[in-house]
């Protein structure tokens, strides 16, 4: 059974209408075909429970994992405020799981979701969706084992300034929780990641942090050291646009032998950042600084990295993740990291993707790892005989 992909997307009053004509569209570029499964990238703006109604509606009991964004994409473009449904079909089994506790645990979520893949021998694929405002996917990827099968995962967005988004598994919808999917099936996954952030220069080492607070930056609120690299006056990096435009800038930070890319989601009244991830005292940091060039060759790394694990079979799908800084960094061109993947990729490949608070892949030796900052780019092909 031949692998087929469709997109549809739509805006609408409310998020049932949004998501039932959505699903339409999808389902007519599919055909007679009854999809396998679906994944759902809808805005914030919209109730979770109706964009899931509107789909489940003409989809019945297909299985589902979605997320919120801001901005959700096709291989048209960007659609802020819409929904983005993309179905499968061919021969896939999707499993999905709803993780409520995420919040609450990472650590006990993500021991939950090894349980899964340890009891799922033919597993082909882990994708989960996970809430990018609350919970530690620090811990959550540390409770996950190192495995050969292809894992990949990203943190929900939407109202920066509120702190609301939320997921979607089956019927099942809400914030703090997980959503995820195994997929099994003669079908190849494949995962590829890429950043185009650079370090410029200056360096910082951690002096306060506590919990996802970055507290002080030698010594300093971290508003006031921002404040000195850029000009403008401390107590107005604690109100849009610069409390959400700090992620533009996000630091490189030293974990053991290697340097991680971690960006504030916001900036607090107080001077401090407020990050999706701990960040250690005593830390050394950089200043990392990104560009429309170095963007668009990490998302052409991203899709030929994806690429190489299809063994040169043709990609049906692919799902871009892709991190809400470049949604900002490439406001005058936008959708420019959709054309550098389809460059690789192909025209013809359907893609569906939003932009996200963070991104899950896996690293050296298959050890799963947040990343923020990144492009994550999945493929998805039929395994040939």
């Known amino acids: 059974m031949t692998l087929r992909a469709a997109t549809g997307y739509a805006q609408a009053l409310n998020g049932r209408e949004a998501g039932l004509q959505a699903t339409h569209h999808a389902l007519n570029s599919l055909g007679s075909a009854n999809p396998s499964m679906g994944f759902i990238i809808a805005s914030h703006q919209y109730q979770a429970r109706e964009v899931v109604n509107g789909a489940s509606s003409l989809l019945g009991d297909t299985p589902l994992i979605g997320l919120s964004s801001p901005v959700g994409f096709s291989s048209r473009g960007l659609h802020p405020n819409s929904v983005v449904v993309a179905l499968l079909y061919g021969d896939v089994e999707a499993e999905t799981y709803w993780m409520p506790g995420y919040a ?5 979520t993500g021991s939950r979701l090894a349980k899964q893949l340890e009891d799922r021998k033919d597993a082909k694929a882990l994708l989960f969706f996970a809430d990018g405002f609350n919970g530690d ?4 990827c540390a409770s996950l084992p190192q495995t050969d099968v292809a894992l990949a995962g990203a943190l929900s967005s939407g109202d920066l300034h509120t702190g609301h988004s939320y997921q979607l598994a089956g019927p099942q919808s809400g914030n703090g929780a997980l959503a995820g999917a195994m997929l099994r099936g003669d079908l190849r996954v494949g995962v590829g990641y890429a950043h185009g952030w650079n370090p410029v220069g200056s360096h910082f080492r951690v002096t306060r942090s506590r919990g996802f607070w970055l507290r002080t930056l030698d010594g300093r609120p971290a508003s006031e050291t921002y404040a000195q690299l850029f000009g403008h006056p401390a107590r107005e990096w604690a109100f849009p646009p610069l409390s959400h435009l700090a992620r533009l800038y996000p630091l490189g930070v030293e974990q053991g ?18 990050m999706n991830a701990p960040v250690r005292d005593g830390a050394d940091a950089y200043l990392l600084v990104g560009n429309r060039d170095s963007c668009e060759k990490a998302a052409q790394q991203a899709a ?10 043709k990609p049906a799908f692919a799902l871009v993740l892709v991190d809400v800084a470049w ?6 061109h936008p959708a420019a990291e959709i054309a550098a993947v389809q460059d690789i990729l192909g025209r013809d490949v359907p893609i569906a993707g939003g932009y996200t608070l963070g991104q899950i892949a896996q690293g050296k030796n298959a050890v799963p790892q947040l990343l923020n900052q990144h492009i994550v780019v999945v493929v998805f092909a039929d395994r040939k005989k």
């Not at 991680?260 to 009244?269: K, L, T």
């Not at 030929?304 to 079979?313: F, H, R, V, Y």
């Open 104 to 108: 609450q645990s990472g650590r006990e």
């Open 257 to 274: 032998d290697q340097i991680v890319v971690r960006a504030p989601i916001r900036v607090e009244a107080d001077g401090s950042f407020r």
């Open 304 to 313: 030929q990295q994806a690429l190489q694990a299809m063994n040169g079979d």
């Open 327 to 332: 949604e900002m960094l490439l406001k005058s």
């Open 137 to 140: 996917a620090d811990q959550l």
